[in-house]
């Protein structure tokens, strides 16, 4: 489960430290502490945990198979992993996945809860069809999208043979390949944007549309100067959100083509879960883990300072 | 503008009747808006009806006949075969117990914590926040390799425990449910206190009752989460009686092209449980999602 509520932070910290201000009475402190402890303990667990075991047996030639981490071998797994073609080449084919996803995953959603804020009947219908794939499990989802991709014989290679186009070979090229997996991550993941956009449009107050209708704003104005622009904060959030989710794909990719063919869509999820558990090199695969983690949290710590930059620039040029 | 927002509910429907005098060429606009709008969104349900209509067709007649949406011979077959060559009745069971206990030990977990952070002032508590908000940025399922080491170290792989723990401390469910204690008036609090209830009542008696929807909010998501998880549950339970839906059905992909109504049928099962909570939760899931972000 990814929590991605990269957006909370800013508000919460700040109130927070007014109220730790004054001196704690000594049974508050305990119960504090009481109640706080059940989750620390899991989260220190099992989420910080797994990230100072993995820095740990990084450093060492640990193997799957056995018990024990194995001999000390320094810096050499990461060197290793630097320097292998395979882990970049898949460290590309999830940004590749990213690169593919990310501007479809962010633009139609907001394209189609705009058209949908326009229609006041059947919302509920809207919402049903777009966001009742984003509850089916994974599997579930390549099944289905497996039989529509069959070769002569399946839905989507026929609709292909209506448009008079011949259908790529869906699971066995490498182009085919990136189709079918983009496709159904569109099918099952749309809803997910759709739903937040919805959210936002509907947090947009009545009374700016009103006025701008009566100063004669078509339809097309009231969305491009209203509804977009208000909405700039939640592109940002579900763009963070869809890289961030995107460069995690490994569900679709490993059940529907098992990073084929020949491993040219193997995800760096799957290279880890192929090194170490596949061919055992544990301490290598806690390298490339390690690796891929910092480059993740680059990622959103990225974002956030662009974020917080943009908005002390914004807060500057009010006061102004 | 995450974890804030949860309070606010029925944002359903705010937007009747966009504008009070309707322009005609607004009107148009919408219609073509709805036009379009429907017509996507029965594209979208296509692959639902398609495995639908798959799984009631004798397989002769879906390789003789592909294309062809109905049948001469709709029949229940497929579903039976299905029951009997996979435990999917087990997958069921596992998937039912993980999710549910993960649901119970993120709600009480997450609200203690949140409680403490918004009413108890006790040392170190500032420290506590910024690490829970760190949390936000971890991204777990990067991690499987070392987790899956402390796990066999701690001889959990292959009990729900592995699945479940993992799952519980949510950071994003902290801030759902501290958004939400907030808005609670410190008055009710503070009078349950001078009438010398302890903390834990105050924390059962007078805010979990009161979190209603922040629990609800926490708890669907929590059970969408941990009922399609993947990954991981596919490290850890190895064995075909102990997997979840998720992990048992991936196993047969390759039956896709082959017996295509009884794989078909199987992710109808497999997509049953959920898609009739989400027919009976619609809103509150969305509202959860459009709040917490989960993703």
Not at chain 1, 152 to 173: D, E, H, K, R, Y
Not at chain 2, 16 to 44: D, H, Q, Y
Not at chain 2, 159 to 168: D, H, K, S
């Amino acid at each position: 489960m990814t929590t991605s509520a990269l957006a909370a932070p800013a508000t919460g910290a700040r109130t927070e430290l007014r109220a730790t201000g004054g001196r704690a009475p000594k049974g508050e402190n305990r119960a504090g502490w009481l109640f706080a402890t059940p989750f620390l303990v899991l989260y220190v667990l099992f989420l910080i945990g797994p990230v100072l075991i993995g820095v740990a047996i990084s450093l060492f030639n640990t193997t799957t198979v056995t018990s024990g981490v194995g001999s000390w071998v320094g810096l050499s797994n990461y060197a290793d992993v630097l320097s292998s073609g395979d882990f970049w080449a898949s460290m590309w084919h999830s940004v590749l996945f990213t690169l593919l996803t990310t501007p479809l995953l962010v633009l139609l959603p907001l394209l189609f809860a705009i058209l949908a804020s326009r229609i006041v009947r059947n919302q509920w219908f809207y919402r049903l069809a777009f966001f009742a794939p984003y509850v089916v499990p994974s599997s579930a989802v390549c099944l289905i999208f497996a039989f529509m991709y069959t070769p002569q014989t399946g839905l989507i290679t026929n609709v292909f043979g209506w448009f008079g186009l011949t259908a790529p070979n869906f699971l066995g090229s490498t182009s085919g390949a990136w189709f079918a997996v983009v496709l159904l991550t569109l099918w099952w993941t749309f809803g997910f944007n759709f739903i937040l956009y919805t959210a936002a449009i509907q947090d947009i107050s009545e009374e700016v549309y009103e006025a701008a209708s009566i100063d004669g704003a078509g339809p097309w104005q009231q969305i491009s100067s209203i509804t977009v622009p208000l909405l700039r904060p939640t592109m940002s959030l579900v763009l963070i959100l869809q890289v961030l989710a995107s460069l995690k794909v490994f569900d679709q990719i490993y059940i529907l083509l098992a990073g084929g063919p020949n491993y040219s869509t193997r995800p760096v999820i799957e290279y880890i879960y192929d090194t170490g558990f596949t061919s055992y090199r544990g301490g290598y695969a806690a390298a490339a883990t390690m690796v891929y983690f910092v480059i993740l949290v680059a990622v959103s710590v990225g974002w956030i300072l662009v974020r917080n930059q943009r908005a002390a620039a914004a807060r500057r040029e009010s006061t102004r | 503008m995450t974890a804030t927002a949860v309070p606010a509910t029925g944002t359903g429907r705010r937007r009747s009747g966009r504008s009070g005098r309707p322009v005609e060429a607004g009107k148009a606009f919408n219609r073509l808006a709805a036009t379009c709008l429907t017509l996507f969104a029965l594209i979208w349900l296509v692959p639902f009806l398609w495995a639908l209509i798959t799984s009631l067709r004798p397989d002769n007649e879906i390789s003789a006949h592909p294309m062809r949406p109905w049948s001469n011979n709709w029949n229940l077959d497929a579903y039976r075969s299905a029951w009997e060559s996979s435990p999917i009745g087990w997958w069921y069971v596992n998937s039912f117990i993980i999710s549910t206990l993960a649901v119970v030990f993120t709600v009480v977990v997450c609200s203690m914590a949140a409680f403490a952070l918004v009413h108890l002032g006790f040392r170190g508590k500032s420290a506590v926040f910024a690490l829970i908000l760190a949390g936000l940025m971890l991204p777990t399922e990067a991690l499987v390799l070392p987790q899956f080491m402390e796990f066999r170290a701690l001889h959990l792989l292959g009990t729900y425990w592995a699945i479940v723990l993992p799952a519980v401390a949510l950071p994003v469910a902290v801030f759902v449910f501290h958004a939400f204690i907030k808005g609670i008036p410190v008055a009710l609090i503070e009078a349950a206190r001078l009438d010398g209830a302890s903390w834990w009542r105050v924390y059962s008696v007078v805010v979990m009752p009161l979190c209603r929807p922040a629990i609800s909010a926490v708890a669907i998501l929590t059970f969408i989460t941990s009922w399609n998880a993947f990954l991981w549950p596919l490290l850890v339970l190895t064995h075909v009686k102990t997997q979840t839906i998720p992990v048992g059905l991936s196993g047969l992909i390759g039956g896709a092209a082959i017996q295509y109504a009884e794989t078909m049928a199987s992710s109808v099962l497999g997509i049953l449980p959920l898609l009739a909570v989400f027919l009976l939760l619609q809103r509150q899931i969305a509202q959860g999602v459009a709040n917490t972000g989960i993703k």
